[in-house]
């Protein structure tokens, strides 16, 4: 990546008021070009996405602008056709979401936050549960159950999630509000760098939301760069540094509340409007 493109990225809205030391660092997460097909359909045509360290970059777009498909590319889930992805600046090229996690990068998608039957310190630790110290873990494989509940006590509490008392509880008698909590405590309670979330808000509630968007602000004022895919512009305006907006396909500009209001970057959204005039 040259720095004219790094520039550019940040250009357009331009850089946050107060924040600019944060855009003179090296992206944390940085892709060029990338592309994906789906037989016919074009997916990602040649994308550009900087997110750097400390910063909330919302991604908005109409439905099927490519939103789910570039996290899906970012993370692991999906193996782009071609285009690159460095991490602190080393190129990656990860296989699968578990690649991208253990590099530091937790998702939360759109379609599976939480597993509902399983209670939430089994949901916190899903796919890195901890074993006994000793031969009780390593050779019996036996879970250190009473470790993970504490630990996810602890998690949930670090985050102000007041109202979830019992870490045995199962998820599916949390609330929407609660169960998303959930699964954002999971993508913050290990040591991420990265926490990418795919519509947290659809389908919450007013209080609901709220709070899910103070966990947002808390883990990026904790230091971690955090990726909100979101429709809610009025959400997006609110916890968002930076604004990257997709459509069909493709990136649109980046914009920053700032700069333009919610009307301009729909305009720039669907099309009326280019990122330049909107503002
Ligand atoms: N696995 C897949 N197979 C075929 N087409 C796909 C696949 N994944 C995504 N697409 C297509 O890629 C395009 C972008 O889809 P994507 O899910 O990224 O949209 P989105 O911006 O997240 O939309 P939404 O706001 O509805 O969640 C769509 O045309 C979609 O049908
Ligand atoms: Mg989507």
Same mark, same amino acid.
């Given at each position: 990546?040259?720095?004219?493109?790094?520039?550019?990225?940040?250009?357009?809205?331009?850089?946050?008021?107060?924040? %600019?030391?944060?855009?003179?660092?090296?992206?944390?997460?940085?892709?060029?070009?990338?592309?994906?097909?789906?037989?016919?359909?074009?997916?990602?045509?040649?994308?550009?996405?900087?997110?750097?360290?400390? %910063? *909330?970059?919302?991604? *908005?777009? !109409?439905?099927?602008?490519?939103?789910?498909?570039? *996290?899906?590319?970012?993370?692991? &889930?999906?193996?782009?056709?071609?285009?690159?992805? +460095?991490?602190?600046?080393?190129?990656?090229?990860?296989?699968?979401?578990?690649?991208?996690?253990?590099?530091?990068?937790?998702?939360?998608?759109?379609?599976? &936050?939480?597993?509902?039957?399983? !209670?939430i310190a089994?949901?916190?630790?899903?796919?890195?549960? !901890?074993?006994?110290?000793g031969p009780?873990?390593?050779?019996?494989?036996?879970?250190?159950?009473?470790?993970?509940?504490?630990?996810?006590?602890?998690?949930?509490?670090? /985050?102000?999630?007041?109202?979830?008392?019992?870490?045995?509880?199962?998820?599916? +008698?949390?609330?929407?509000?609660?169960?998303?909590? #959930?699964?954002? &405590?999971?993508?913050?309670?290990?040591?991420?760098? #990265?926490?990418? /979330?795919?519509?947290?808000?659809?389908?919450?509630?007013?209080?609901?939301?709220? &709070?899910?968007?103070?966990?947002?602000?808390?883990?990026?004022?904790?230091? /971690?760069?955090?990726?909100?895919?979101?429709?809610?512009?009025?959400?997006?305006?609110e916890v968002?540094?930076?604004?990257?907006?997709?459509?069909?396909?493709?990136?649109?500009?980046?914009?920053?509340?700032?700069?333009?209001?919610?009307?301009?970057?729909?305009?720039?959204? +669907?099309?009326?409007?280019?990122?330049?005039?909107?503002?």
């Amino acid at each position: 990546m040259t720095t004219s493109e790094s520039e550019l990225d940040v250009a357009y809205g331009g850089v946050p008021a107060g924040k %600019e030391s944060i855009y003179s660092q090296q992206p944390v997460l940085s892709a060029r070009k990338l592309v994906i097909t789906f037989g016919r359909v074009v997916g990602l045509d040649g994308v550009d996405v900087d997110l750097y360290p400390g %910063e *909330i970059l919302a991604v *908005i777009g !109409d439905n099927g602008a490519g939103k789910s498909t570039l *996290i899906k590319c970012l993370t692991g &889930a999906y193996v782009p056709d071609s285009g690159t992805i +460095t991490l602190n600046g080393a190129p990656v090229s990860f296989k699968k979401p578990q690649d991208a996690r253990e590099a530091g990068i937790e998702t939360v998608y759109q379609q599976l &936050a939480v597993i509902p039957a399983l !209670d939430i310190a089994s949901n916190l630790y899903l796919a890195r549960e !901890d074993r006994r110290p000793g031969p009780l873990g390593s050779v019996l494989r036996m879970l250190d159950k009473k470790g993970m509940e504490q630990r996810a006590g602890k998690a949930v509490q670090g /985050l102000g999630i007041q109202t979830i008392q019992n870490m045995t509880q199962a998820v599916e +008698t949390l609330s929407g509000g609660q169960r998303q909590a #959930v699964a954002v &405590a999971r993508a913050a309670a290990f040591g991420s760098k #990265v926490v990418v /979330l795919d519509e947290p808000t659809a389908a919450l509630g007013v209080k609901e939301s709220a &709070a899910v968007l103070d966990m947002i602000k808390q883990l990026r004022d904790k230091g /971690l760069s955090i990726i909100f895919i979101s429709h809610n512009m009025p959400h997006v305006w609110e916890v968002a540094d930076r604004i990257h907006i997709q459509r069909l396909g493709g990136r649109a500009g980046v914009i920053t509340p700032q700069t333009h209001d919610m009307g301009a970057g729909v305009a720039i959204m +669907t099309g009326a409007k280019k990122v330049g005039e909107a503002a």
